[in-house]
């Protein structure tokens, strides 16, 4: 099973962190079908994500955001697609890499 590791650190701090959390679970539910179940920590928030074909974690902290995503066998064909489409979203939600 193909595994990407995303690692991206941000300057918002935990609570601006969670909000951007929240719009990725928000975007990663309602266009790519995720299922997704959060919990909420005193310095770090885990997010777990599946559907089928596709399961992860994204970890957020005052200064990172840390996604691993495995792809079952027919979508690691396209990890590489997949991989460039979920940092042009973070991007996006966290700004361009300094």
């Not at 990890?79 to 991007?91: C, F, V, W």
Request: proline share 2%; with cysteine; net charge negative.
């Amino acid at each position: 099973m193909p595994e990407l590791k995303i690692e991206r650190e941000h300057t918002l701090g935990l609570a601006g962190a969670r909000a951007v959390a929240e719009r990725w679970r928000e975007q990663a539910e309602q266009e790519w079908g995720m299922t997704c179940e959060s919990e909420t920590g005193q310095d770090e928030d885990r997010m777990r994500f599946e559907r089928s074909g596709v399961s992860g974690e994204l970890r957020v902290t005052d200064t990172r955001f840390d996604l691993q995503l495995k792809l079952g066998f027919l979508l690691g064909a396209y990890s590489g697609k997949i991989e460039e489409k979920i940092r042009a979203n973070l991007d996006a939600l966290l700004g361009p890499v300094a």
